[in-house]
């Protein structure tokens, strides 16, 4: 048996190899072969064994990945930015309310913050499509304290019968957790009942191309051991001329003196060696880049990576980060919002309309532009379609203070009007004389028409 054999089974061919005018590259060992050169047997990959299903622990790693990362961060610190309230809507109108909940999630678990336990939250929806809280309740019944187990911690059990997810199992402990004790946010997956697909599992292929790219350039640095300049001498060089010449060319080009013509007499070639500047593949970046933002559904722009710095400019970014608001960011709250109202309503309470809900309203990026709409109001106030107090209200004034100074400007101007009136009136009773008198007597008797029928 032949050394394929014995390597890839007795059923393989043995591939034909040979070299120049047909002479073998490998020659039977005894009866078997001889190695000329490299490695055996050679680690070949095909794109199989490189695009492959990453595991639960395999995504969760991938946040280290400084694309990954900074898509994930982008993404997370930007949804959990508005306030979270409860409440329910009543004729057009948010009516907030006050729940247990709201007071568990400032202070969910030890070290963790609101802003932290949904943040770590959503990061693993987007690593692993799938994201669980816990629910712990104190003896009375109440929420106590929020556990955020990563994804790969957290497995399922499914009944054989129906499908559905009988209990969880934490940690590899023995103790089941019931599905009513665990929030979760899910993605989407046609192909499946439970589970989705995360962004990572659309971008897994560029993310694997990419850490082959990092890894290939870190072994040529590595491993490429060649010199900067090359020089031949035509004529040819002793050994003392060669280290002489070193040392003039370091002398005149080295370190503190970078920079300085280079001038040789003699018969010589100089070539410039850069072999590093094959590697630098900005198409091949550019594309990995835009698909894997592509999956996340975030502008390249806003996590300044190397496609998006080229394009940037200040317009375009404030543009680009309010659509990164208004599709992506959209799409994400309500799934946040039922997921946890799924975790802390009853029945009764979302039967009554209650509900919890980011006031994502109140963020710049959802804010009108303040110079369109104050040109917009002000026309709207001029032309007489909206009265002063709803103006002042549209542009966010402080009304009561607002209207406290129209309060005392109304009392000051009825103060002056009634000290004028009262000053007529005692002038009109004591009677005026002068000047006066004459300018009133003739405002009184001008177009009075005398007995000869003629106007004075």
Known sequence: MGIFSRIFGSDAPAPEVSGEQGKAILDPIGTGWTMLSGNWPHQWKDG???????????????????????????IAYALVEPQLEYGYWKDKEWVSLPHPALETLKRPFIRH???????????????????????????????ASIVPYPTSWVTPTHSQFTGMIDYYTVNGQNKPVAPEAMIILEALDPGQLWGGVSALDAACNDYFLDCEKDEYLAEMMENLKVAGMIIMAKNGMHRQEREDFKRDVHNAIGKGARGNPLILSGDYEINQSN????????????????????????????????????????????????????ETLSNLWPMMEEAIGYGFLSEQEMREGRMFRFRKDLLSEFQEDLNIKSGRIMAEFSGGLIPKE???????????????????????????????????????????????????????????TPKGGRPE
Request: a negative charge; one cysteine or more.
């Open 275 to 326: 072999p590093l500047s094959d590697m630098d593949w900005p198409s091949f970046q550019e594309s990995r880049e835009a698909r894997v933002c592509m999956s996340f559904g975030i502008p390249p722009i806003l996590i300044g990576s190397k496609l998006g710095l080229s394009h940037m400019t200040y317009s375009n970014y404030q543009e680009t980060r309010r659509s990164f608001y208004m």
């Open 390 to 448: 709803k103006a002042r209200a549209e542009l966010n004034y402080d009304t009561d203070e607002l209207r406290e100074l129209d309060k005392k400007e109304k009392e000051e101007n009825d103060k002056q009007q009634t000290t004028e009136s009262d000053r007529r009136g005692s002038d009109a009773h004591r009677g005026t004389s002068g000047p006066e008198a004459a300018e009133a007597e003739g405002e009184t008797t001008k177009g009075r």
């Open 48 to 74: 199989s064994e490189i695009f492959r299903p990453m595991t639960v622990v395999e995504k969760e790693m991938a946040y280290r990945h400084p694309l990954i990362k900074a898509c994930c961060d982008e």
């Open 113 to 143: 913050s609101q802003r932290r336990l949904l943040a770590l939250w959503v990061v693993r929806y987007l690593l692993t499509g799938l994201s669980y809280l816990q629910k712990f309740e104190s003896r009375l019944g109440e929420v």
